[in-house]
């Protein structure tokens, strides 16, 4: 947590943290500023005293508003100013002799933590040229020990209602494409739009994109939308033009973010419309048990890689190759378990297998547990995934929560024999459905305080 | 352009361009890869050759949509496994490792270009690493000066037509705001909501952001909507509980992107509905003949100092400070005329007057041109914006056009007599209202070829 940087900076001896960058869209930036229409700032944070905002002047009062102490930049103009001069308009070396005032002014020395999701070539030029000019200093940023990445680690509570907000907004907007979908007509296989046409992946990401807009969210990462062979591909986005049908399964793997760049939600769900095929429902209940699995094992201080490596036994015992005695594997369960969810849609901890990743699910942490399974050449393809909290109590709760299951059964009955494409053939229940509901809603209870 | 590249790497003595991160939000790899699902990857372009992607298997299918030949990072994973194993997790010198096998699979040597909009103090620690581990292979990043931004300073005619699209959404949605903000009822001065409440700048954005997704864009670095003092600051957002008032400038500058990270468009447009007091008339007046001032400067390879230059000598000819007689002003004509826009929103050419900057305007270019005035203490604050192409044939085109003026007569007359609050004062058309909007026609119709 934010109250946790001194402390970490003490333990890993590091004096200051320099944070570069816009405040939107830049996490380690937005976690000092909240959001704020900055399009560039820096920030200093030395050990033991506030952070300060250097801002530009044309954006004194967005820094003003951030409640940050802060100088403006135009103090250092006229040096800046000179040495484009001298150095013929090397921006590098103008904001190099900027930092080394600034630095001189605050008495900076020692390894520096640097941070921001900039655009490296220059920055990198900036460092480079800094550690020339004052040798005494040094940059350091590994992404996994940095002290930020150790205080996002856990979330304060007002942290967690953001990333409780964000995920209200994110099953809100996946109920009403499982209404959505769940009422449209049906001709042959294919759902149809209101015009007739065969609705799309495509169709369906812009009424997300719409929907999410409306509710206040956005999705600079980009939506999981993928049917068929495309939902055996863990990360494949979904094609655009493939039509949506009924008894195919859907990955949906949703992980929009407060509007303006605020914090993130992860979930997925995997869909069958009407009814799901045997083997889908199969790879399903192994999914849905390892997911169950999972989040009995979601104990305080637990280490991260022995949950993973728990999943992968749990999933192998079941017949699927897994990253643990496949570490090359494209097919069964091919990635980690989950990750921190916050400002960044991915941060700590992580939970792959390896033994070098000393990362434990500390008390605090809000993660995903989603275990998958991938056979695309079978357009085979499942993935659960919710977003839980850590509470401090030591139980989890999955933070915004939809059903599991996998069958959406069409409300749409009646329309579809107004399809203009011959009546679907599998019209009828298939005999694991029912059962398929009910292992789904189980876990959905449970998890909300999964232990 | 893109084709321009081996030419320029060749010009600058750069055998090898290297670009990470991901393939959304991240320019330089949008460039090469179009807006692919790629959370991350690594291309390296060298001389001559064809660009190579190393891309991470669970994207595998996106990554080959790109069309550019690819390898799979997986044949580097046991190498990377080691290395994490032998240093205690460190992913710095994991990633190191794996670019410095592939820098010797493509016999990579000498200066390397890098580029990626990424988390810094990773990247920075892989470079100084590489740097130490092969002293041969250097880094380089100059802003201004590195191959790909040189690259984007001119468009092909299929980027072109990326921001004429988005700039058809950005003026499409900006029209429906002016017809939105027109029909509303008025009581008093405020306009009103549907519900009776005042209509606040929070509300209008919340539109901005709803109509914007349902044409497919989407604004990442957020939308100023500034009414009152506000307007007068230039990079103030607007304050969202501020009453939309009649009579009050507002400034309304709007930079939205291609839903997905594409294209941007940028374009401002400063509004009064009702009517203009005389102060903000008159320092519309100033801005509107600045622009057109500045537009009959655009000859192909003008310094583009010299237009910002021009345009300083003649707002200061009328009595507003400038950057050019007051380098560290805050009021006046406080910012620079405009820059390029693309893949970024800010890129090559920039328009600031210092000397150093030796920026041309090259056919091919896609550029902004953008005077304002800004008295924050007297509430009065106009910016007018068009982003402009710099045709082959030497001529200008506004790529999305939309009405300069400066007045929006409310449609809502008779709605304003069931306003709750007293009448508006200020009823009566204010004399210099008609000029003014004739004179904001004249150049929409003219700078659509402006030259």
């Known amino acids: 947590m934010k109250n946790d940087i001194d402390r970490l900076m003490a333990e890993s001896g590091v004096e200051t943290l320099w944070v570069t960058g816009p405040a939107l869209h830049n996490p380690p930036m937005t976690y000092f500023t909240g959001l704020a229409n900055l399009t560039h700032g820096d920030l200093i944070k030395q050990r033991g005293q506030e952070p300060i905002l250097f801002y530009w002047p044309m954006e004194r009062e967005e820094a003003a508003r951030t409640g940050l102490a802060g100088k403006s930049v135009n103090d250092y103009r006229l040096l800046e ?31 520096v933590e640097v941070y921001g ?88 990401k812009r009424k997300i994109r719409l ?21 055996g591909v863990p990360h494949n986005p979904g094609t655009a033009r493939d039509p949506i049908e009924i008894g195919k399964p859907i990955v949906f793997d949703f992980f929009p973010q407060e509007a303006g760049g605020g914090y993130f939600y992860d979930i997925t769900r995997t869909w069958c419309l009407d009814h799901a095929p045997r083997p889908v429902e199969e790879i399903y209940r192994d999914v849905l048990a390892a997911y169950r699995h999972a989040c009995g094992l979601l104990e305080p201080d637990t280490l991260c890689r022995t949950i993973q490596t728990q999943t992968c036994r749990f999933l192998e015992a079941r017949g699927h190759p897994t990253l643990l005695n496949s570490p090359q594997t494209q097919v069964g369960y091919c990635h980690s378990l989950g990750h921190g969810v916050g400002l960044n849609i991915h941060e700590e901890p992580r939970f792959n297998h390896l033994e070098a990743n000393g990362d434990r699910l500390l008390p605090g942490s809000v993660i995903t547990i989603e275990p998958g399974l991938y056979y695309p050449e079978r357009a085979l393809g499942v993935r659960l995934e919710n977003t839980l909290w850590a509470r401090p109590d030591g139980t989890m709760e999955v933070l915004a929560d939809l059903p599991l299951d996998l069958v959406l059964p069409m409300k749409s009955k009646a329309s579809r024999a107004k399809g203009s494409g011959p009546p679907a053939r599998t019209r009828k229940k298939p005999p694991a459905r029912k059962g398929s509901s009910e292992a789904a809603r189980g876990p959905t209870r449970r998890s909300k305080r999964a232990k």
Chains 1, 2 share one sequence.
Do not use: C
């Open 117 to 204: 999701h900039v655009e490296l070539g220059p920055m990198y030029g900036v460092l480079t040229e800094l550690a020339k000019l004052r040798p005494g200093v040094s940059f350091v940023g590994e992404e996994e020990r940095a002290v930020l990445s150790r205080a996002m680690i856990t979330k304060d509570d007002a942290e967690v209602e953001h990333i409780r907000h964000i995920g209200r907004i994110a099953t809100e907007v996946m109920q009403m494409v499982a209404d959505y979908l769940t009422s449209r007509p049906v001709a042959g296989r294919q759902l149809l739009r209101r015009d007739g046409q065969p609705l799309t992946v495509g169709d369906v």
């Open 81 to 111: 100013l000179e040495v484009l001069r001298q150095s013929g308009g090397s921006n590098i070396r103008a904001t190099a002799a900027r930092m080394l005032r600034i630095f001189d002014e605050l008495g900076v020395s020692g390894p």
């Open 211 to 231: 929907w999410l807009a409306e509710q206040g969210g956005e999705d600079p990462e980009g939506v999981i939308f993928a049917i068929g062979r495309d939902a």
